[in-house]
């Protein structure tokens, strides 16, 4: 079943872009897996969603409501996009900044705040807020290497020894919002009424914006068009799918006629909003509902991660999430990290057996020479953990460094997920590094 996945997205990868982009990966995520800093780079003019609502594009969007008494700016995206959005956005109206809204507290959201504030300007956020930048605060070391990792032309500033000796700093976040709300907070500006609503989904601080009088919802990163990244590889809390799952169907109760997501395009008119947003909403539902039936049936999370797929009726493609990555958050946001068997309730990790066991198949070399077979037969994932069993017993093992390049390399040809890409690549440079500190050259 995997080597047919494996030969399945093998093919998909030698499909021409304008046929990946009908199969449902949008522009900005084929961008991204290349450079999220290069998204929406060649805009010339802001996209008029509406004559009161224009948008510039990247790597996270930035919206602009237009109000006779000012203008409402919601998420603010990289801080490498602000200035470009901001002359986009302003060129189409110069009036005061009024509010700033932020659907939630990643990079790509907040990363434009100081751009855009103004003297008198509010910046609206729910209550989790707080928490959750201070968790990112709490956690800076771990998550610029991370970062770095999955996204290096971002060229993410790793702290040095010095800065992470000073020792955990829980509560130091830097808190820019001016206004914090719990459930609904409700302004007018020139007329217009903004509601802004807790919808947690993508984060628990995350919030969508109704307008009432233009029928518009935008809704953050609560969409996009693939399957959401319900669990991502840099890390985060657990992202509850029943959360997507109440907060899109309150949106869906206001019937809007115009959606603005935080990443890729709006979608306009009330069926097909209801369309592909009931369709997302049912995706998760039953990912989530097919999890916890198998964990109910004793199934273990591998299992599950092989065996779940979506239905073709609601196949929204995984060009940004995975599924199987999905299916395993849940899993363990739902039970933890204990799997069950009691040989893994203590301190020594399963790799501490792989050194004698290389030793009693012969070395490092015979379990090297075992996955270059498998590669041979497209078995990679599996060729991966062999090479690894090899490393973890002599870590400079030439021909199992490059047999593992070489499954990274075929997994990335393959590959048609952004944020895998990201990971792949970070896995064959870390590969390559180690072989030529062994003072090899690999086969090209």
Not at 167 to 192: H, K, M, Q, S, W
Not at 234 to 259: C, M
Not at 266 to 281: C, H, K, M, P, S
Not at 384 to 392: E, F, K, N, P
Request: net charge negative; glycine share 8%; aromatic share 10%.
């Amino acid at each position: 079943m995997q080597k047919c996945k494996w030969m399945l997205r093998k093919l998909m990868a030698s499909l021409p872009l304008g046929t990946l982009l009908l199969a449902g990966y949008a522009s900005a995520q084929i961008d991204a897996m290349f450079n999220p800093g290069l998204v929406g780079r060649d805009q010339t003019e802001a996209i008029r969603i509406s004559d009161t609502i224009f948008q510039a594009t990247g790597f996270g969007n930035t919206n602009m409501v237009v109000t006779p008494a000012g203008n409402v700016i919601i998420d603010t995206s990289l801080i490498v996009n602000a200035r470009r959005h901001k002359q986009l956005l302003q060129a189409a109206d110069d009036g005061p900044v009024k509010y700033i809204i932020l659907t939630h507290a990643h990079g790509d959201h907040i990363g434009g705040v100081s751009a855009w504030r103004e003297e008198g300007t509010e910046i609206i956020a729910q209550d989790e807020h707080y928490e959750f930048v201070n968790y990112q605060n709490r956690l800076k070391g771990l998550f610029s290497q991370r970062n770095a990792a999955q996204f290096p032309s971002l060229n993410v500033v790793q702290l040095s020894e010095l800065e992470l000796a000073q020792g955990v700093e829980n509560f130091g976040a830097e808190i820019v919002p001016t206004i914090l709300f719990e459930d609904d907070y409700r302004f007018e500006l020139g007329g217009v009424t903004f509601d802004v609503l807790h919808t947690p989904g993508e984060t628990y601080d995350h919030l969508s914006v109704w307008v009432p009088d233009y029928k518009a919802a935008f809704v953050g990163d609560n969409f996009y068009t693939s399957f959401p990244n319900m669990y991502t590889l840099r890390g985060t809390k657990p992202r509850w799918a029943l959360d997507y799952v109440d907060s899109i169907n309150r949106i869906l109760a206001l019937q809007p006629e115009i959606l603005v997501p935080s990443h890729g395009d709006a979608i306009l008119g009330v069926d097909e909003i209801e369309r592909q947003f009931t369709r997302y909403r049912d995706a998760i539902l039953y990912v989530h509902d097919q999890t916890v039936l198998g964990m109910n049936q004793g199934k273990d999370v591998h299992t599950l991660m092989a065996e779940i797929e979506l239905p073709s009726d609601l196949d929204i493609g995984e060009g940004y999430g995975r599924i199987s990555w999905s299916v395993r958050g849940i899993y363990e946001s739902y039970m933890g990290w204990f799997d069950g068997n009691p040989s893994t309730m203590f301190n020594t990790a399963i790799d501490a057996a792989y050194p004698d066991i290389v030793r009693l198949a012969g070395g490092a070399n015979g379990v090297a020479e075992l996955a270059e077979t498998q590669i041979a037969e497209g078995d990679l994932e599996l060729a991966l953990h062999t090479a690894d069993i090899a490393l973890r017993a002599e870590p400079s093992n030439v021909r199992a460094l490059t047999a593992r390049l070489a499954a990274f390399r075929a997994l990335l040809e393959a590959s048609d997920n952004s944020n895998e890409i990201g990971w792949l690549q970070f896995g064959m440079r870390e590969s390559q590094e180690a072989l030529d500190a062994a003072g090899s050259q690999t086969v090209r």
